[in-house]
């Protein structure tokens, strides 16, 4: 009898550790926000290499779209789940905006991971712990570095205006040849609208660091008034990829675009060649994107090995810098090693790190940055 | 001599306006079916500097477009097969029970496509996710079905009607069940009927994107859907090859179904 | 006795269409009003303040976009039809009939390319005419109304060159005789006597442009939008159910207004279906 019991222990035992070599089949569903350039890095790019790595991983990639909008999808869809009181959530990993990542915290959305991810020693940007003024430390790792800048087509602008100022005083000599997309349809319009305000206000600073006071607010009438005036002689486009477009075909001159997305339209043949950027003085603001993960995600072992693959060096610096364009987001000495020269020279020929350094702006904090969107709604649209 | 003058006079007007009004009627189309085989194509330049089938290999290449082509396809056939299930029984019940306020009823399947649509279909969204049919392809069937009841109903409910009642008398005096009458007689002369519906369904199925969007989007793209967000991110390509993939069988069976035609069922087709 | 038990089989058979109406549509119907006056758990009219505070210019711009897409569909088919009603042009017929079953969205993709800026339809103009730019008509109302048109005048060709075939010859006829030449038919025989029918293309025209939404979404400019547009905007960017219900009911009642003439009208013209 005992003889048997052993025999059966023995084989019980053997199957669970035969099992535990076979892992469970596993489907990682992310959810990006983003242009199309997003979806496409994770879906044709980041998950073969990723599947390649954990065979029993399908990576299913669900993109929401550009600007707060996508944000707000993934949002959403993240209370649902909650609302839902379910204990597994369906969504495992999120990519998501720096405002949706605080809406994602003040509703208990995602949870703090970054304690166990060893390439966060790695980020030496400050966007790994604030985002918009608020702190976000532990919730996030950035996935990348993104600016804004103007681009122009040298055909027809021999002399592109350096500053905001000089901008003003071309668009009214070429009148409908600027165009940006407003605040809607993505981030490059919004950029825009709040490199004006930084411009125009007496206290940038307080605008993107804090604190927030109503009376730094004051002068605000009267610097979209003046936008308000500009406008009338810009055209406006559909979205971040909508200036892309008409800067392509001709339709306007010049127009504020995501540097990473111009440099992958140009190496997919949907961009003219010939058109360049430049980042206008006092600057405009950049972002970074953030992996999140859902408070109860099922799958969350896997999510951290998935934004450990993308961030670590060797990867980081194929796919994020060489292949899309963005800026790294954990230190340029990792991934420098990683990289030829050439591809730095890309990345930084027209917008020096110098310029970067001095012009690359940070986005306002989250109650300024609420009031300027609103303010403009109200004050610029109607 | 001066008839002759007044014949030329006449042909290059004609020609003008036939050139007027291809331009008005098939321009639109020329500029979606130049992009899709463009890879490069920047101003001034009027035609594309370099061109590439890789776009429309990919309708036929695993992978995004090839994935939603599919998935509406799926929807669109089953959407059919339970638009006309519902329908056939319907129909049959129009057409011979003279049942009261006939018309109010008929009228009432009408409402999905003759008045605005969006808001409901938000609301089922609504609905189906607190059911977790979002994101689901069920739940795009389901809302196709119902919208499409109409199409099915009405052509079916007409043809029904136009099958001579002596027909199915005389085969009644011989002692047949009506069961049997629907099935030996009715239903196989509304055949014609009954495909044109089909057809209709389909063809609204294939094209529809607001039930979709709200529905199925961001998880799951039905060609339209992908569409949609190929165009709004300038993916002109993309979006273009979609476009005209999605454009033939609705040219093609314009054709066949044209004698069925009636303004205010095709009145939904596209919305 | 035997009547009931028809009724009652007949009642059984349009039952699982029934059901799928009533779950499908009119549940979801209910609910747009009902969450239209819900804001948080209190019942009340904030949500169409919100609407008529932020949205009352886009309002007035649909019915007005709407309005005008029809009057020019209606101009455009009545020429169509009265040309074909006289001659026949094989052409002409078939052009008109090209664009009926083509998708909304897909009119939206190709006219925002063929009406863009540098799009086709410059490019071509550009080089016939010798200029060397033209206004882009994308992303505005003469494109959307464009847009609508190209979309809606077909069927509405189909609806009145309907009409127009199955009258009577002999009003023609007499008309010519005393010397009457075609458009002053058109004007004083045709369209007075197939006024039902026009009316009917009106309105179906007219409410289905003012409810569809991806071709405003594709052609339409950034602003002032039509309603279906800022009823998505509502959901997918703010969440907001309240206020796209809200302006859900008010396209309704927007539509109603025709609607109930559409209803009385066809009650007047023996139901909607004819074998």
């Known amino acids: ?382 | ?271 | 006795m035997k009547r009931r038990r028809e009724l009652f089989v007949g009642f059984l058979l349009i039952l699982p269409a029934l059901i799928v109406l009533g779950a499908l549509y009119v549940y979801p119907l209910i609910l747009s009003v009902y969450t239209s006056f819900t804001v948080g758990e209190k019942y009340g009219l904030a949500n169409y303040a919100k609407a008529f505070d932020i949205y009352w210019r886009d309002i007035v711009y649909s019915v007005l976009i709407s309005f005008v897409t029809t009057v020019v569909t209606l101009f455009a088919s009545v020429v169509v039809s009265g040309y074909l009603r006289f001659r026949n042009w094989k052409f002409l017929e078939l052009m008109y009939k090209l664009p009926l079953f083509i998708p909304f969205l897909i009119v939206g993709h190709a006219m925002r390319v063929f009406l863009a800026p540098h799009g086709t339809l410059n490019n071509l103009l550009t080089r016939i005419l010798r200029i060397e730019e033209l206004p882009g008509l994308s992303r505005s109302w003469i494109g959307l109304v464009w847009a609508f048109v190209w979309i809606m005048t077909p069927y509405a060709t189909l609806i009145v060159l309907g009409a127009f075939r199955s009258l009577d010859s002999a009003y023609i006829e007499a008309a010519q005789n005393v010397g009457a030449s075609k458009w002053k038919i058109i004007i004083d025989v045709l369209i007075p006597m197939c006024r039902p029918s026009i009316m009917v293309a009106f309105i179906l025209t007219f409410v289905r442009t003012i409810s569809s939404l991806t071709i405003p979404i594709m052609v339409g400019p950034a602003s002032p939008n039509m309603i279906t547009v800022n009823m998505m905007f509502r959901v997918n960017y703010f969440n907001d159910w309240g206020t796209a219900n809200a302006l859900g009911v008010i396209s309704y009642l927007i539509v109603m207004v025709f609607a109930i003439y559409y209803l009385k009208f066809m009650a007047a013209e023996r139901g909607g279906i004819k074998a």
Not at chain 1, 28 to 43: E, K, S, Y
Not at chain 1, 359 to 367: C, H, S, T, V
Not at chain 2, 30 to 44: E, K
Not at chain 2, 153 to 173: C, V
């Open chain 1, 1 to 382: 009898m005992r003889r048997l019991c052993g025999v059966v222990l023995l084989i019980v035992a053997a199957l669970l550790l035969a099992q535990a070599d076979i892992p469970v089949k596993v489907t990682l569903t992310m959810m990006v926000a983003g242009d199309q350039n997003m979806v496409d890095f994770f879906q044709y790019e980041i998950a073969p290499e990723f599947e390649k790595l954990y065979p029993n991983v399908k990576v299913k990639v669900v993109g929401t779209g550009p600007g707060d909008a996508g944000s707000q999808q993934i949002i959403q869809q993240l209370q649902l789940e909650k609302d839902s009181g379910k204990d597994k959530w369906a969504i495992d990993l999120v990519v998501i905006h720096e405002a949706g990542t605080i809406w994602g915290i003040e509703r208990g959305l995602i949870r703090q991971y970054t304690d166990f991810l060893t390439t966060r020693r790695l980020v030496t940007m400050k966007t790994a712990e604030v985002a918009l003024g608020v702190n976000v430390d532990g919730y996030v790792m950035p996935m990348f570095h993104s600016q804004t800048a103007i681009a122009y087509n040298p055909r027809f602008v021999k002399d592109p205006p350096k500053s905001y100022a000089e901008l003003v005083e071309w668009v009214k000599k070429n009148p409908k040849k600027f165009g940006y997309n407003g605040i809607k349809g993505g981030m490059s319009g919004v950029s825009f609208v709040f490199g004006w305000v930084y411009w125009k206000s007496k206290n940038p600073d307080v605008l993107m660091n804090g604190p927030f006071d109503e009376k730094y607010m004051e002068d605000w009438p009267q610097i979209y008034a003046e936008l308000k005036e500009f406008n009338k002689y810009v055209t406006m486009t559909a979205g971040n990829a909508g200036t892309l477009d008409a800067l392509n075909r001709g339709e306007i001159w010049m127009g504020p675009v995501w540097v990473d997305m111009f440099y992958t339209w140009i190496r997919e043949g949907r961009m003219d060649p010939n058109i360049r950027l430049i980042l206008p003085e006092p600057g405009m603001p950049g972002q970074p994107m953030y992996f999140a993960i859902p408070t109860k995600a099922a799958n969350a072992d896997y999510a951290l090995k998935l934004i450990e693959f993308v961030t670590s060096p060797a990867v980081h610096a194929k796919y994020i810098v060489d292949k899309f364009n963005w800026y790294p987001a954990i230190g340029v000495e990792y991934v420098s090693p990683h990289l030829g020269k050439e591809v730095f020279e890309r990345l930084y020929r027209d917008i020096k790190e110098a310029d970067l350094l001095k012009f690359g702006k940070r986005m306002p904090i989250a109650d300024y940055r609420t009031r300027m969107l609103e303010a403009y709604e109200r004050w610029v649209e109607k």
């Open chain 2, 1 to 271: 001599m001066s008839v002759r003058r007044f014949s030329i006079l006449k042909l290059t007007l004609k020609v003008v306006l036939v050139f007027i009004i291809l331009m008005l009627v098939v321009g639109p189309f020329v500029g979606i079916a130049i992009w899709s085989f463009a890879r490069v194509w920047y101003w001034p330049s009027p035609i594309p500097q370099e061109l590439t089938l890789r776009y429309w290999s990919e309708v036929f290449r695993q992978g995004r477009v090839l994935d939603s082509l599919i998935l509406s396809l799926k929807i669109a056939l089953l959407t059919v097969g339970f638009s006309i299930a519902i329908a056939i029984p319907a129909a049959y019940a129009f057409a011979r029970y003279r049942l009261p306020a006939e018309r109010i009823l008929l009228f009432l399947f009408l409402m999905p496509q003759a008045f605005p649509q969006l808001p409901v279909f938000i609301n089922l969204a609504r609905i189906f996710g607190k059911m977790g049919l979002r994101g689901n392809m069920w739940g795009i069937v389901m809302a196709h079905t119902m919208a499409s009841l109409v199409f099915s109903l009405w052509i079916i409910t007409a043809t029904f009607k136009s099958i001579p009642l002596e027909l199915e008398q005389a085969a009644q005096n011989l002692g047949a069940s009506r069961w049997r009458v629907f099935w030996t007689i009715t239903f196989p002369l509304g055949i014609p009927g009954v495909i044109a519906g089909a057809i209709h369904v389909f063809l609204w199925s294939m094209g529809e994107f607001n039930a979709a969007f709200f529905i199925g989007a961001p998880f799951i793209q039905t060609a339209p859907v992908l569409m949609y967000t190929a165009s709004a991110g300038y993916n002109m390509q993309i979006a273009s090859v979609i476009a005209i993939v999605l454009m033939i069988p609705s040219l093609l069976f314009m054709f066949v179904i044209e004698r069925f035609l009636k303004a205010e069922y095709i009145a939904g087709i596209g919305g």
